[in-house]
């Protein structure tokens, strides 16, 4: 075995969780080497949150601009996608440079390297010719790949995922969409309204097939009013590519688009971690983690590798249980005293709570002295960025049927809403409650709407904390509000 090199933690990828417990670690005084291939942040800054949102929230504005002849008189719109382009180069990517984000990790303490790690036994890193072995800890946060399904001919073309929709300069004609989930949509939208025609292919029965059907629904209907066809249950056989063009076969039926975008998933690519030098089956879809992000002896892991969803604010909820958890590991193998806290849960720069016997500190609010938090996903957020938004907590309906709970369901339109009715043009929504009716508490909801994804925090406060149905009932709603409607779902739930 090649000589290692003693350090307290490695962390192999820095995606948005992995950069955020590397940088808090080695903010606590730790030892951190950061293993990165691509582009420290991960997905998020570069084409997944951050640019794709730049594109709807350009997108958003041609359609408020038009929707000006319904509310105020008359406009004319123009697109132009040069300015949208311009933004996601220069403000959000720096032309997809990481510089910035390897020095605000170096700057903390950190020592970068760039490559592919994986492990090489216990408590061993592998990066090229170089081994560095963890005293205290090793992080896995490598994230997950986009998933191209097996259709035969796809692999032989030059098909777009979302890395090369989000870097387009220029807009194609047309545009085929192979997935009908959160990206799928989003990216249809923002196309479709500066004047690409484009096809949505999905092979479920219905878009955003993981919500609500009523939210299919609307989302459908709304992305159908923005000129896109959405075709469901159609599952594509075969694909061809004529040099300009693209062709996607289903049965006897084929649809064509300048380019194709294909979003059918992403999958974390375990086989190159090196998993199975520690005992770990590397053939699973993710990798398993327990409460404390545990993986095995002396590795942790953090992000979408662990499966519990491709979502930037999971990927930082688990770093803080990471963080508390490894310098808690540090401080019982350096053998000192519980901590007054062990380290913050939130995120955020490192400051004055004593995390190892006074040796090291990471700021926030602290845990209860010698604990460390576990992850709970029962009041997990999202929301699929569309016009109108979708957001969704917690169980569906269905999902709470099939686990045998005693439902209730309450229901409102938010056009019936006095801000829906004010808001008129674009006010496509409701609010969805499901309740365990022998507990007396909201176990799911979903909010669609021009605010959809700000009114459902409400919504996760009351999943979260099981705030009781009699409570929510008896509270003050302001008016008149998007989220006024939350009370009207309520009086409906039966």
């Given amino acids: 075995m090649a000589e290692s090199e003693l350090v307290d933690v490695v962390v192999v990828g820095l995606g948005v969780g992995g950069e955020e417990v590397a940088g808090r670690l080695a903010e606590a005084g730790l030892a951190v080497v950061g293993i990165e291939r691509d582009l420290v942040g991960g997905e998020c800054p570069y084409w997944g949150c951050i640019p794709s949102k730049m594109m709807i929230r350009a997108a958003n504005a041609l359609a408020e601009a038009r929707r000006v002849n319904e509310l105020a008189g008359s406009a004319e ?29 170096t700057g903390k303490g950190g020592r970068f390297v760039r490559g592919s790690g994986r492990l090489d036994g216990p408590n061993r890193v592998r990066v090229g010719d170089q081994v560095f072995e963890a005293r205290y800890a090793v992080v896995l946060g490598t994230g997950t790949r986009p998933s191209v399904p097996p259709i035969d001919g796809l692999a032989d073309t030059p098909y777009w995922t979302n890395h090369q929709a989000i870097e387009v300069e220029e807009l194609p004609e047309s545009l085929l969409v192979l997935g009908g989930g959160a990206i799928g949509l989003e990216l249809a939208q923002v196309f479709a309204r500066f004047g690409v025609r484009v096809i949505v292919v999905e092979a479920a029965d219905r878009v955003l097939a993981v919500e609500e059907p009523e939210a299919s629904e609307v989302a459908a209907e709304a992305l159908r009013a923005d000129g896109v066809e959405i075709h469901t249950g159609v599952k594509a056989e075969r694909v061809t590519h004529d040099g300009t063009s693209f062709t996607v076969h289903a049965g006897d039926r084929a649809f064509g688009g300048e380019k194709l975008l294909v979003v059918t998933g992403r999958r974390a690519h375990l086989e190159e971690l090196g998993l199975d030098s520690v005992g770990i089956d590397c053939t699973q879809r993710y990798l398993p983690v327990n409460e404390r992000m545990h993986a095995a002896e002396g590795i942790w892991a953090v992000g979408d590798l662990t499966g519990e969803g491709a979502f930037t604010h999971i990927a930082m909820y688990q770093a803080g249980i990471v963080v508390a958890d490894v310098l808690d590991h540090v401080r019982r193998m350096k053998g000192g005293p519980d901590a007054s806290g062990t380290a913050s849960v939130v995120g955020g720069a490192a400051g004055a709570v004593s995390a190892v016997g ?7 609010s602290a845990v209860a002295p010698g604990s460390v938090p576990v992850a709970d996903y029962r009041a997990l957020p999202r929301v699929t960025f569309t016009d109108p938004e979708v ?29 829906g009715w004010i808001h008129k043009a ?11 009716a022998d507990r007396g508490v909201l176990i799911g909801a979903t909010s669609v709407g021009p605010a959809g994804g700000e009114v459902l925090s409400a919504l996760v406060v009351a999943v979260h904390a099981a705030v009781p149905v009699s409570q929510l009932r008896h509270m003050i709603y302001a008016y008149p509000t998007f989220h006024r409607a939350i009370e009207d779902a309520l009086r409906n739930l039966k």
């Fill in 358 to 364: 006074g040796a090291m500190s990471t700021g926030g």
């Fill in 391 to 419: 957001g969704a907590v917690g169980l569906t309906e269905q999902q709470a049927r099939s686990r045998g709970i005693n439902v209730q369901v309450g229901y409102t339109d938010l056009t019936s809403s006095t801000r």
């Fill in 77 to 105: 719109v123009r697109p132009d996608w040069a300015p949208v382009a311009k933004r996601i180069r220069e403000e959000a990517t720096d032309t997809w440079d990481d510089r910035v984000a390897v020095d605000r990790f």
């Fill in 426 to 436: 674009g006010s496509a929504g409701f609010i969805k409650l499901v309740a365990d």
